[in-house]
């Protein structure tokens, strides 16, 4: 089992930044990906930034948000981020980070159902 705390949301203008944190216990070497997904009111949720960790680690991100945001991990701490820079306001909705012991999920990264462990999300509002 892995345990997944989300923090670090707010409310920001436009241009603003924002870093989202993810504290992780448990049984976290057995993620082959670490992700934040996104789901705002009355959309589906999607992936926007993935990192593969094991056997190599690699990143991947959603085209709408490629050049601003990043994820990064420190392993010292069990924390995955997200640096969100240059914000707008369709990045408002409910951020949430997941993980899956899945190996699959290293070729299905952006779906959904590949990531069998999530938080309990940390909303990001940005305002015009």
């Known amino acids: 089992q892995v345990q997944l705390v989300e923090s670090g949301g707010g409310s920001v203008q436009t241009g603003g930044s924002l870093r989202l944190s993810c504290a992780a216990s448990?049984?976290?070497?057995?993620?082959?990906?670490m992700a934040w997904f996104r789901q705002a009111p009355g959309k589906e949720r999607e992936g926007v930034a993935i990192?593969?960790?094991?056997?190599?680690?690699?990143?991947d991100y959603a085209t709408s948000v490629k050049g601003r945001f990043t994820i990064s991990q420190d392993d010292a701490k069990n924390t995955l981020y997200l640096q969100m820079n240059s914000l707008k306001p369709e990045d408002t909705a409910m951020y949430y980070c997941e993980a899956s012991s899945r190996l699959t999920c290293r070729y299905n990264r952006f779906t959904t159902n590949e990531y069998n462990y999530w938080g309990r999300g940390t909303q990001v509002t940005v305002s015009s």
């Open positions: 990192m593969t960790t094991r056997p190599t680690s690699s990143t």
């Open positions: 448990g049984d976290t070497y057995s993620a082959y990906c």
